[in-house]
């Protein structure tokens, strides 16, 4: 009879080993499956930026010097470019903390909490 009931703890041991190994390779990689989800959204959204910045870039330029031409002037356009950009500037600093955490915070909780 102990025989049998030490044959169980040992059983019993053996499973909670095995239990125990096997949540923590689970959670190893639903970590890691998590950090690789977060690494490409990341490059997808620097590749996005990039893009964007170019485009902003070149149309920027072009918006500049077709305003310097119209007053005569191309620094004219150069300037007013960048007053617009400028006040574009100061409303984020005002009204952008909220809109950017909530952004934020919607983006990263699709990776992490709809697995």
């Not at 044959?7 to 080993?17: A, M, P, R, T």
């Not at 077709?66 to 400028?86: P, Q, R, T, W």
């Amino acid at each position: 009879m102990i025989d049998r009931i030490t044959d169980n703890v040992e059983e019993v041991n053996d499973s909670i080993q095995s239990y125990v190994k096997s949540t923590i390779e689970y959670y190893k990689l639903s970590i890691y499956k998590k950090a690789i989800k977060s690494a490409a959204s990341l490059t997808r959204v620097f590749v996005k930026l990039g893009i964007a910045f170019f485009i902003v870039l070149f149309l920027s330029f072009g918006a500049a010097v077709l305003i310097g031409e119209e007053l005569g002037n191309a620094s004219h356009g150069y300037f007013i470019v960048a007053g617009f950009y400028f006040l574009i500037f100061i409303l984020a600093i005002i009204f952008g903390k909220k809109t950017i955490e909530k952004i934020l915070l919607n983006s990263t909780s699709k990776i992490f909490f709809n697995d």
